[in-house]
C-alpha cells in the first residue's frame, strides 16, 4: 500500500521560514512527478508546486514565487518543501501527492494526482 507522510508543519511567525517533508512508502517519489499542494480553511484545495521526475522542471503558483523552493532527495525518497519570508496568507494544511501518469512534466491541478498524504499544519500568524 501506497503511503505518502508530510511533515514538519508548525506554527510560525510573519516572515520565518520552514521545511515540510513528503515521505513515501511503496512508491518511488523520484519516478514520478510530486506536487505540494494547500487548503485553507473554506477555500478549495490549491496546488503550491511541484517537480517532475525525468528532468526535475519544477513549477510554482505566483504567489510563492521566489519564496518557496521544491526539491528531492533520492537517497531518502523524500521531496520537501522549503518556505521562506512566510506570511499569514501561506497559513493552510499542506498536502503532496504524486501524479502516476506524468514523468516529464508536472501539473498543479489537484485532479491530476494519485495518491494523497494526509497533510501538515502550517499556521503563519504573530
Known amino acids: 500500500q501506497v503511503h505518502l507522510v508530510e511533515s514538519g508543519g508548525e506554527l510560525v511567525q510573519p516572515g520565518g521560514s520552514l521545511r515540510l517533508s513528503c515521505a513515501a512508502s511503496?512508491?518511488?517519489?523520484?519516478?514520478?512527478?510530486i506536487g505540494w499542494f494547500r487548503q485553507a480553511p473554506g477555500k478549495e484545495r490549491e496546488g503550491v508546486s511541484c517537480i517532475s521526475s525525468t528532468d526535475g522542471k519544477r513549477f510554482y503558483t505566483d504567489p510563492v514565487k521566489g519564496r518557496f523552493t521544491i526539491s528531492k532527495d533520492i537517497a531518502k525518497n523524500t521531496v520537501y518543501l522549503s518556505m521562506y519570508d512566510l506570511k499569514p496568507e501561506d497559513t493552510a494544511v499542506y498536502f503532496c501527492a504524486a501524479d502516476l501518469k506524468s514523468m516529464d512534466d508536472c501539473q498543479l491541478f489537484p485532479y491530476e494526482y494519485d495518491y494523497w498524504g494526509q497533510g501538515t499544519q502550517v499556521t503563519v500568524s504573530s
Open positions: 511503496q512508491l518511488t517519489l523520484d519516478y514520478y512527478a
